[in-house]
């Protein structure tokens, strides 16, 4: 596996300065990177990985001679996505002395940019990048919402009976967007149990916090329904510097497909 | 109790490596609890024992990642070949085999500088982790 291309070593950054952004990323990009939460991850592949294998073929009309029948494999290619940011020289100076709060900001930007990205992928597709996302392939009408948050077990058990109905087991995972998340955790249902830990009862899996999802998503956890394919994990590479700042990015490679498309029911959002 | 963790006299030892080696004998017994639950659950058909066997279980699937992050933590190496085989899907062995091989050519000077899990931060799937 070719590792170079991060550049990194080029970089005007002390071991220590690597290992304080490197922290950051991983911390921020950890809370916020939704969707590998609750599907299957497959990786990382490596930079070189270029496309996902789908064992399925495209007939091609003419052959080189008489006598054979050809056909050409259909694969889904890897997108590259990238998020730049720059840290200041002199907070890089700071941190290598010791300082407890170096500004790395632009960082935690780029993190949660690049979490929103892959979490929309996933979620909702990314025709552009020939992605198909669980709502988009799901055959299941969405569910209401409803607009008062104590209802919120409602439209969730009634994801979860859809699921059952079609012979999708459990446990059931739910990705909240920002603003469901946050209507759920500060609701208590009538006689104050929390509704956080009532959904959790009816899901049997995790509540997620995703950032870049709208609405609520409910989906299956029983494995093999939905496939993240890794090529390069996220990784911080260098680009150029100039006097006052170091360009960096985070970059991933990766495709996402659904095998099984009624394995998941979207909650409109509100 | 005795001292077994201990291969060379104590009093030789530096007091870090005292303590890395009480942690490695505590994940020892941590992964030998597992088992032990593991096979008392196969044979239980008491639903409250077994209640109290998985609630048990856990507690030692907890202790067990602990003991190994701490040890991960002052370790850089062994860190650098766990991140390139845990929490990954597909084949273990070429994982193993490919983590090994990262974290043993850092000294190569045709190999640029990487964060501790080879060429990317590390996170892979994040399935069955708190957020």
């Given at each position: 596996?070719?590792?170079n291309?991060?550049?990194?070593?080029?970089?005007?950054?002390?071991?220590?300065?690597?290992?304080?952004?490197?922290?950051?990323?991983?911390?921020?990009?950890?809370?916020a990177?939704?969707a590998?939460?609750?599907?299957?991850f497959?990786?990382?592949?490596?930079?070189e990985?270029?496309?996902?294998?789908?064992?399925r073929?495209?007939p091609?009309?003419?052959?080189?001679?008489?006598?054979?029948?050809?056909?050409?494999?259909?694969?889904?290619?890897?997108?590259?996505?990238?998020?730049?940011?720059?840290?200041?020289?002199?907070?890089?100076?700071?941190?290598?002395?010791?300082?407890?709060?170096?500004?790395?900001?632009?960082?935690?930007?780029a993190?949660?940019?690049?979490?929103?990205?892959e979490?929309?992928?996933?979620?909702?597709?990314?025709?552009?990048a020939?992605?198909?996302?669980?709502?988009?392939a799901?055959?299941?009408?969405?569910?209401?919402r409803?607009?008062?948050?104590?209802?919120y077990?409602r439209?969730?058990?009634?994801?979860?009976?859809?699921?059952l109905?079609?012979?999708?087991?459990g446990?059931?995972?739910?990705?909240l967007?920002?603003?469901?998340?946050?209507?759920?955790?500060?609701?208590?249902?009538?006689?104050?149990?929390?509704?956080?830990?009532?959904?959790?009862k009816?899901?049997?899996?995790?509540?997620v916090?995703?950032p870049?999802?709208?609405g609520?998503?409910?989906?299956?956890?029983?494995g093999?329904?939905?496939l993240?394919?890794?090529?390069q994990?996220?990784?911080?590479?260098?680009?150029r510097?100039?006097?006052?700042?170091v360009?960096?990015y985070?970059?991933?490679?990766f495709?996402?497909?659904?095998?099984?498309?009624?394995?998941?029911?979207?909650?409109?959002?509100? | 109790m005795?001292?077994?963790?201990?291969?060379?006299?104590p009093?030789?030892?530096?007091a870090?490596?005292?303590?890395?080696?009480r942690?490695?004998?505590?994940?020892?017994?941590?992964?030998e609890?597992?088992?032990?639950?593991?096979?008392?659950?196969?044979?239980?058909?008491?639903?409250?024992?077994?209640?109290?066997?998985?609630?048990?279980i856990?507690?030692?699937?907890?202790?067990?990642?602990?003991?190994?992050?701490?040890?991960l933590?002052?370790?850089?190496?062994w860190r650098?070949i766990?991140q390139?085989i845990?929490f990954?899907?597909?084949?273990?062995?070429?994982?193993?085999?490919?983590?090994?091989?990262?974290?043993?050519?850092?000294?190569?000077p045709?190999?640029?500088v990487?964060?501790?899990?080879?060429?990317?931060l590390?996170?892979?799937?994040l399935?069955?982790?708190?957020?």
């Amino acid at each position: 596996m070719s590792r170079n291309h991060l550049l990194r070593s080029h970089a005007p950054i002390s071991d220590a300065g690597w290992a304080l952004i490197d922290e950051e990323a991983r911390e921020r990009l950890t809370v916020a990177l939704a969707a590998r939460r609750l599907v299957d991850f497959s990786g990382p592949h490596g930079w070189e990985h270029s496309s996902t294998n789908l064992g399925r073929t495209d007939p091609i009309a003419q052959a080189p001679c008489d006598g054979v029948v050809a056909t050409r494999r259909r694969v889904l290619p890897l997108a590259e996505v990238r998020a730049p940011f720059t840290v200041a020289r002199d907070e890089l100076r700071a941190g290598d002395r010791g300082a407890p709060d170096v500004d790395l900001e632009a960082l935690d930007r780029a993190a949660r940019n690049l979490a929103v990205a892959e979490n929309k992928a996933v979620f909702h597709g990314w025709a552009e990048a020939g992605i198909q996302g669980i709502t988009e392939a799901t055959p299941h009408p969405e569910v209401p919402r409803g607009s008062e948050f104590n209802d919120y077990p409602r439209p969730v058990a009634k994801a979860v009976e859809l699921l059952l109905q079609c012979g999708v087991g459990g446990p059931y995972g739910l990705a909240l967007g920002t603003e469901d998340y946050t209507g759920v955790i500060e609701t208590a249902e009538h006689g104050g149990y929390p509704l956080f830990d009532h959904l959790a009862k009816i899901l049997e899996g995790p509540i997620v916090w995703s950032p870049g999802v709208a609405g609520a998503v409910v989906v299956s956890q029983r494995g093999g329904d939905f496939l993240f394919d890794s090529g390069q994990d996220i990784a911080v590479g260098y680009d150029r510097d100039d006097a006052e700042n170091v360009h960096l990015y985070l970059e991933e490679s990766f495709s996402f497909r659904v095998a099984t498309p009624e394995a998941a029911v979207a909650i409109a959002p509100g | 109790m005795g001292f077994d963790q201990y291969h060379e006299p104590p009093d030789e030892l530096p007091a870090e490596t005292r303590t890395f080696a009480r942690l490695c004998a505590s994940l020892t017994e941590e992964a030998e609890a597992i088992g032990w639950y593991e096979q008392r659950l196969a044979v239980e058909p008491n639903p409250v024992a077994r209640d109290i066997m998985r609630n048990a279980i856990g507690e030692e699937y907890k202790h067990f990642s602990m003991d190994l992050e701490f040890l991960l933590r002052q370790k850089p190496e062994w860190r650098e070949i766990a991140q390139g085989i845990l929490f990954q899907g597909g084949d273990i062995v070429e994982h193993g085999e490919a983590a090994e091989e990262a974290a043993t050519n850092e000294d190569d000077p045709t190999v640029d500088v990487l964060p501790a899990s080879g060429a990317s931060l590390g996170i892979g799937s994040l399935k069955g982790r708190r957020q």
